[in-house]
């Protein structure tokens, strides 16, 4: 079967590219199946919908994330069914159609939804060859008699080793590598913090690809870049320190690195390890400067330890850091804003963020919402738009929202000058060249604007 698999566009041209790992890994163990499978990331591609008529497939996998990425999505399904053939079955997965089936499939576009992981992925192919039942098929949604049916949920994948090296060769690779190395070793989050999405996703559930599978991940890399940025894109690098350490061993001096960890993992032999890279680049969810509103998001993380990290941090000279703050949390008051806003500026890092709490599907806050009767999305239509109104009241419509909205305009600008300033002062003038010389986004952003008006979809 001719299997194409797509990843839509997320609306902006601004940043670097990422490659499409998830969607990578379900062409890696859907070619091991003995299918030909063809990549489309519409983040850098460029004609696509062309190529999508030319490859004629016999079957299309599209990925979403919660947001205005469902947009693209749901334009690239309707198509499919227009300029392609109103048979050729559309397959979507990703964390909101797995966290939210029933709804997903109300867009009628949609035949089938993967939900979870992608082993399924090929067993519903053969389902959908007459090969096997569909409703033995594990973690996948479809329709039966206008309802839709969701098969018995599919088990977490314990040994990731099991799927097959990432197929570079499907991807531009160069155009992502030589920008920066981006590898998840390990899926999920041994934690429970009530605004993530982990412990609904991943079952509050740690697994991990083996130290020497990503050293040979790492080494497939190098053999296509010089480039020596490598990103650790896991949800949590130093869940397991004796793991994360003999990665970071493996990596020459010549590497500058970047990984999202806590606070209270930084330690003197994390320190050793990172003095020896060019740059490191550190990023930690420092979330709220409310001892009460941290208890209350089982964040499992104390301010002390937060403050205690970034005080080693900033003796330094090439580790970067990031904090990331969250304001508008469920029962914030004006009081607890304005101490997050006060930690983050006491922890002096290269790099703050702040952002407007929004209640993600498959998180504790969302659920604790819902019950609430909180006015959330109900449709695909509504979630491309989501986005709490941050001029009125909190979801909860409870309260009115602790923050002025053009207040975070105003600081994440302030923040982001900071950011430029530091990166300059510091020497890491490359990190500037990468975010803003990307233009590769801003042809494939072009290209969907124009295809877009030629093959309407409406």
């Given at each position: 079967?001719?299997?194409?698999?797509?990843?839509?566009?997320?609306?902006?041209?601004?940043?670097?590219?990422?490659?499409?790992?998830?969607?990578?890994?379900?062409?890696?163990?859907?070619?091991?199946?003995?299918?030909?499978?063809?990549?489309?990331?519409?983040?850098?591609?460029?004609?696509?919908?062309?190529?999508?008529?030319?490859?004629?497939?016999?079957?299309?996998?599209?990925?979403?994330?919660?947001?205005?990425?469902?947009?693209?999505?749901?334009?690239?399904?309707?198509?499919?069914?227009?300029?392609?053939?109103?048979?050729?079955?559309?397959?979507?997965?990703?964390?909101?159609?797995?966290?939210?089936?029933?709804?997903?499939?109300?867009?009628?576009?949609?035949?089938?939804?993967?939900?979870?992981?992608?082993?399924?992925?090929?067993?519903?192919?053969?389902?959908?060859?007459?090969?096997?039942?569909?409703?033995?098929?594990?973690?996948?949604?479809?329709?039966?008699?206008?309802?839709?049916?969701?098969?018995?949920?599919?088990?977490?994948?314990?040994?990731?080793?099991?799927?097959?090296?990432?197929?570079?060769?499907?991807?531009?690779?160069?155009?992502?590598?030589?920008?920066?190395?981006?590898?998840?070793?390990?899926?999920?989050?041994?934690?429970?913090?009530?605004?993530?999405?982990?412990?609904?996703?991943?079952?509050?559930?740690?697994?991990?690809?083996?130290?020497?599978?990503?050293?040979?991940?790492?080494?497939?890399?190098?053999?296509?870049?010089?480039?020596?940025?490598?990103?650790?894109?896991?949800?949590?690098?130093?869940?397991?320190?004796?793991?994360?350490?003999?990665?970071?061993?493996?990596?020459?001096?010549?590497?500058?690195?970047?990984?999202?960890?806590?606070?209270?993992?930084?330690?003197?032999?994390?320190?050793?390890?990172?003095?020896?890279?060019?740059?490191a680049w550190v990023l930690f969810g420092v979330e709220t400067?409310?001892?009460?509103?941290?208890?209350?998001?089982?964040?499992?993380?104390?301010?002390?330890?937060?403050?205690?990290?970034?005080?080693?941090?900033?003796?330094?000279?090439?580790?970067?850091?990031?904090?990331?703050?969250?304001?508008?949390?469920?029962?914030?008051?004006?009081?607890?804003?304005?101490?997050?806003?006060?930690?983050?500026?006491?922890?002096?890092?290269?790099?703050?963020?702040?952002?407007?709490?929004?209640?993600?599907?498959?998180?504790?806050?969302?659920?604790?919402?819902?019950?609430?009767?909180?006015?959330?999305?109900?449709?695909?239509?509504?979630?491309?738009?989501?986005?709490?109104?941050?001029?009125?009241?909190?979801?909860?419509?409870?309260?009115?929202?602790?923050?002025?909205?053009?207040?975070?305009?105003?600081?994440?600008?302030?923040?982001?000058?900071?950011?430029?300033?530091?990166?300059?002062?510091?020497?890491?003038?490359?990190?500037?060249?990468?975010?803003?010389?990307?233009?590769?986004?801003?042809?494939?952003?072009?290209?969907?604007?124009?295809?877009?008006?030629?093959?309407?979809?409406?």
């Amino acid at each position: 079967m001719k299997v194409l698999l797509i990843q839509p566009n997320n609306i902006t041209y601004r940043g670097t590219i990422c490659p499409p790992l998830a969607v990578m890994h379900v062409a890696g163990v859907t070619r091991q199946a003995g299918h030909e499978v063809k990549i489309l990331d519409r983040n850098l591609d460029i004609w696509t919908l062309k190529k999508i008529k030319e490859f004629k497939p016999d079957l299309v996998g599209v990925t979403t994330f919660t947001g205005p990425m469902i947009n693209d999505a749901m334009m690239v399904t309707k198509f499919v069914k227009k300029y392609v053939g109103k048979d050729v079955p559309v397959v979507w997965g990703g964390i909101h159609p797995s966290l939210l089936p029933e709804q997903t499939m109300e867009f009628a576009d949609i035949d089938y939804i993967v939900r979870g992981e992608e082993l399924a992925f090929p067993k519903l192919i053969e389902a959908i060859e007459g090969k096997r039942k569909i409703e033995d098929v594990e973690g996948i949604a479809y329709r039966k008699n206008g309802k839709t049916i969701l098969t018995k949920e599919q088990s977490l994948i314990k040994n990731l080793d099991v799927l097959p090296m990432l197929p570079w060769d499907l991807v531009a690779a160069k155009k992502y590598l030589d920008l920066e190395i981006m590898l998840v070793t390990s899926r999920g989050c041994p934690f429970k913090c009530a605004f993530c999405y982990n412990e609904q996703f991943n079952k509050s559930k740690w697994r991990t690809f083996s130290v020497e599978r990503i050293i040979k991940e790492i080494q497939a890399c190098e053999k296509i870049t010089k480039n020596r940025l490598i990103k650790l894109y896991d949800d949590n690098f130093m869940a397991s320190k004796k793991r994360a350490y003999a990665i970071l061993d493996y990596l020459s001096p010549e590497y500058s690195v970047w990984m999202e960890i806590r606070a209270n993992t930084v330690n003197d032999d994390l320190l050793k390890r990172l003095r020896k890279f060019k740059r490191a680049w550190v990023l930690f969810g420092v979330e709220t400067g409310s001892e009460r509103l941290m208890k209350d998001m089982a964040k499992d993380l104390k301010i002390s330890e937060i403050k205690k990290a970034f005080e080693k941090l900033r003796l330094e000279k090439n580790i970067f850091t990031c904090a990331q703050v969250i304001v508008d949390l469920p029962t914030e008051t004006r009081e607890e804003f304005q101490s997050t806003l006060d930690l983050l500026d006491s922890l002096d890092s290269t790099w703050p963020t702040i952002q407007a709490f929004m209640p993600f599907p498959g998180t504790r806050y969302y659920r604790q919402l819902e019950a609430e009767g909180a006015d959330l999305p109900k449709s695909l239509e509504d979630w491309k738009e989501y986005a709490p109104d941050p001029g009125k009241t909190s979801l909860t419509g409870q309260k009115i929202r602790t923050y002025d909205p053009k207040l975070l305009k105003r600081l994440n600008l302030k923040y982001t000058i900071k950011m430029v300033i530091n990166c300059a002062l510091r020497g890491d003038i490359p990190k500037l060249i990468r975010r803003f010389r990307d233009y590769h986004v801003l042809l494939a952003w072009i290209s969907n604007q124009i295809e877009n008006k030629l093959y309407p979809v409406r």
